[in-house]
């Protein structure tokens, strides 16, 4: 039987392994796809290094890790009619299963039965990966093929940024990975007047100017809310989008959130955190949002117009190009922070 090489996570510790694997068959409702390209998330990078989320999270060793897609199909299921051969997709990666009542009301993004490739099954750090069809998201031609593997982590953004009004508003990102990065781009196509941006890594934050933060504050060297108070005629953001899972920066920007404002969350703190709910949200009247995903699949309509529309240019972001078996590089390079997104090519 065939076989292709794999990054995948075989013990329950720090560090992945190349593997060749058996190349898997598509089943009756799935496509087979030939990775063309796939980008390293802050999941992995999780994964790699063993924290505690992972070590509760992960239950399959060995598995096979990654979970964003650029792929072209080169086999269908026997059930599979609005999918063929030579058909280029990115997929969504929340596998929900379709009958419960979450995906019944049109929350298929937490479904309670979902499992998420990479994670709960093995991923797309590979040569050829399986997709559920339903899961598959046909590429436009317009887009380029380097950011169909973006298209997963760009929708968080675009459903942060969009999960309220934000066109007239003024807005704060805390953190600027990959993820933060595309939030201000998004901000900013969207309508946003003003733009601060949070960030200690001196390389993300030229980026985060780059792409379109108005001010770029460092927690290391900028009071932070007085700074934000000042931005804004002492008001405080109308929207704080959060993007570091940092606990310091996530009670900064309660601080510097308006009354009345919202806070959307889509970073995961490693730990549990304290917050003082009266004064940060109930005496504030502050909208808290938690932000998981995409919505399935309104946000992957928005994010595939957003580029074809040549509006939206990840470019900028895109900050390193590897292989495959250079994955560990790109690891090393996740946890410096000295980068935007990085591609693996298989």
């Not at 999270?57 to 009619?81: A, F, W």
């Not at 050829?128 to 380097?146: E, F, H, T």
């Not at 934000?166 to 807005?171: E, M, Q, R, S, W």
């Amino acid at each position: 039987m065939p076989t292709m090489k794999a990054v995948a996570k075989t013990k329950p510790e720090p560090g992945a392994e190349i593997i060749d694997i058996d190349i898997p068959t598509p089943g009756p409702d799935d496509v087979l796809a030939k990775v063309l390209a796939t980008s390293i998330c802050g999941t992995d990078l999780h994964i790699y290094e063993w924290n505690e989320w992972a070590q509760g999270r992960i239950k399959n060793i060995p598995q096979i890790m990654g979970h964003e897609l650029c792929g072209e199909i080169v086999e269908t299921g026997k059930n599979v009619k609005n999918l063929k051969k030579g058909d280029i997709i990115s997929a969504e990666t929340h596998i929900a299963c379709g009958h419960c009542y979450l995906c019944h009301t049109g929350n298929a993004h937490i479904c309670v039965n979902g499992s998420i490739f990479g994670v709960d099954i093995n991923g797309v750090f590979a040569e050829y990966a399986v997709v559920p069809a339903p899961n598959a998201w046909i590429l436009d031609s317009r887009i380029q093929k380097d950011f169909a593997s973006v298209m997963e982590p760009l929708g968080n953004a675009v459903h942060t940024v969009l999960a309220g009004e934000i066109t007239g508003n003024t807005v704060l990102v805390t953190g600027c990975g990959p993820i933060g990065l595309m939030s201000i781009s998004v901000a900013r196509i969207c309508g946003a007047t003003k733009i601060i941006a949070t960030e200690i890594n001196d390389f993300r934050i030229g980026l985060a100017g780059k792409v379109g933060a108005d001010v770029v504050l460092n927690p290391t060297k900028d009071k932070i809310v007085s700074r934000v108070l000042e931005e804004t005629a002492g008001l405080g953001v109308d929207v704080v989008l959060e993007m570091s899972g940092n606990p310091t920066a996530m009670i900064d920007a309660f601080g510097a959130l308006r009354p009345g404002g919202r806070y959307s969350i889509l970073g995961i703190p490693d730990k549990p955190m304290e917050i003082d709910i009266g004064k940060h949200i109930v005496f504030k009247y502050a909208t808290v949002q938690g932000i998981n995903g995409r919505l399935m699949f309104s946000t992957w309509h928005k994010t595939a117009r957003f580029l074809s529309s040549g509006r939206l240019d990840l470019e900028p972001i895109i900050t390193h190009r590897l292989r495959l078996d250079e994955y560990e590089k790109g690891m090393d390079l996740m946890r410096q922070g000295n980068c935007g997104k990085i591609l693996l090519y298989p």
